[in-house]
């Protein structure tokens, strides 16, 4: 199983096309990505139990090689052809992007002030505990032949093992909780904001491993104080700036062209910043949401927005990213083993410290093994992180293929083990039937 760099051989095929070729590609594939995307959506809702999320993510892999390709290869070679993925990775981006921005104006900071003690707890384990677990297995990791580079050092194999497994689905966990009706709620504001936190700092140390395989120290200055220069701004600042267009849209009764127009512009303004600092662009549309106004704008937002960001925008990115994976790297019985060893690592590392965090900080034992179950899951942001490790030389394709099965099982495992250890309980006592009229995005 490989992702392909999105600027890679597409690019240069691409000359070869007109504008025009890619307009009929590009409508061509958006019908189908929509389709097949809520097709196996509703039937993963329906047989398997997953969120419209989960299907999606799975969609994706069907119109890929994987399956598609490998049973319909002309057809889907049509449908796809390589050259039209650079679009199709930044429609892909605009989508994860936009919807974090509206899963951030969903964010109850109250709640958050209310478990602060809870979600550090959790953040914390859950990035010092895989880099533990990351500590203990790199050394033999690195006597097996191609798993890494050749010359990488026992620090810098250590550490990218550790922000791969430190890293949690972001955008899966936020889409998770919010078809859940739980974004209002203190466990879906402290789970999203462990889960940002995690992923922020896992992005912070590959940027260090970056400048140590020759990128230079820049990229993690910059990647590291940028982000939290940034950040710092934004939350402490951006509340009081961009209340008058709160107080435009409450006088008006509604939300005009021109506020939407300002209100996006300013989430690529800050999606932009986030990437160009290295960190991630759907980091910067999540900061800027947490800081917008609440009340009439935020409804207003979510009516206007919502519905094409979930339906049209977001499945580009699932689907960009099985476009480009294959399922036959881990094909000998060794190999299986290690995969199965740092999948069960994995798991007891992310796992098990959040849910033990979550205890200790006063979480009940149900919340707490909720938590621990969404904060296991790792989904597309995985894909993100090895598949830069891949094409810098970091990671070989062997290990590439391993930690992607890992983040495919343990998305796959975050919604069963969610309903079975908080969802039954919750929906028994009307809490999340209450919340979810009221908070679930469309799915």
Excluded at 154 to 160: C, K, P, S
Excluded at 282 to 299: D, H, Q
Aim: proline share 4%; net charge positive.
């Amino acid at each position: 199983m490989g992702v392909l760099d999105p600027h890679g051989p597409a690019v240069t095929a691409a000359k070869s096309f007109t504008p025009g070729d890619f307009s009929v590609h590009f409508f061509l594939q958006l019908a189908v990505i929509i389709i097949t995307c809520r097709v196996v959506g509703k039937l993963g809702q329906k047989f398997l139990g997953q969120p419209q999320v989960v299907g999606e993510m799975i969609a994706g892999v069907i119109l890929g090689p994987s399956f598609f390709g490998l049973f319909f290869a002309d057809a889907q070679t049509a449908v796809f052809p390589g050259p039209t993925k650079s679009v199709l990775y930044a429609g892909a981006q605009l989508g994860v992007g936009l919807y974090m921005f509206l899963v951030g104006t969903t964010l109850q900071l109250d709640h958050f002030k209310a478990k602060a003690k809870s979600a550090i707890g959790v953040s914390l384990a859950g990035i010092i505990a895989p880099f533990l677990i990351a500590v203990i297995i790199t050394p033999y990791l690195l006597t097996v032949p191609g798993l890494f580079a050749d010359g990488i050092s026992q620090t810098n194999a250590a550490l990218f093992m550790g922000a791969c497994i430190a890293l949690t689905a972001f955008p899966m966990l936020a889409r998770i909780i919010n078809e859940r009706g739980l974004s209002k709620t203190s466990l879906g504001t402290l789970t999203l904001t462990a889960g940002a936190f995690d992923d922020a700092a896992s992005w912070c140390v590959l940027a260090i491993v970056l400048a140590a395989f020759g990128a230079g120290p820049g990229v993690a200055v910059l990647a590291i104080g940028g982000g939290i220069i940034y950040a710092a701004f934004i939350l402490l600042f951006g509340r009081k700036l961009l209340a008058p267009l709160g107080r435009v849209v409450e006088r008006e009764g509604e939300m005009s062209m021109t506020v939407l127009g300002i209100t996006l512009a300013l989430f690529c303004l800050s999606a932009f910043i986030m990437d160009a600092v290295g960190i991630h662009a759907i980091f910067g549309g999540f900061i800027l949401g947490v800081v917008m106004p609440r009340g009439l704008f935020a409804a207003e937002l979510k009516a206007k927005v919502e519905p094409l960001a979930v339906v049209l925008l977001l499945p580009m990115f699932f689907t960009y990213s099985g476009l480009n994976t294959r399922m036959d790297m881990v094909n000998t019985v060794p190999l299986l083993l290690i995969a199965l060893g740092i999948l069960v690592a994995s798991i007891l590392a992310k796992f098990g410290a959040c849910y033990a965090a979550a205890r200790i900080a006063g979480e009940d034992n149900r919340t707490a093994l909720g938590i621990g179950a969404l904060m296991n899951s790792r989904g597309l942001m995985e894909l993100i992180i090895i598949n830069i490790g891949l094409q810098k030389g970091i990671i070989g394709p062997t290990l590439f293929s391993m930690m992607v099965l890992m983040a495919i099982v343990t998305t796959m495992m975050a919604s069963p083990l969610f309903e079975i250890f908080y969802g039954r309980k919750a929906r028994q006592s009307g809490e999340l039937d209450a919340l979810g009229k009221d908070t679930a995005l469309v799915s």
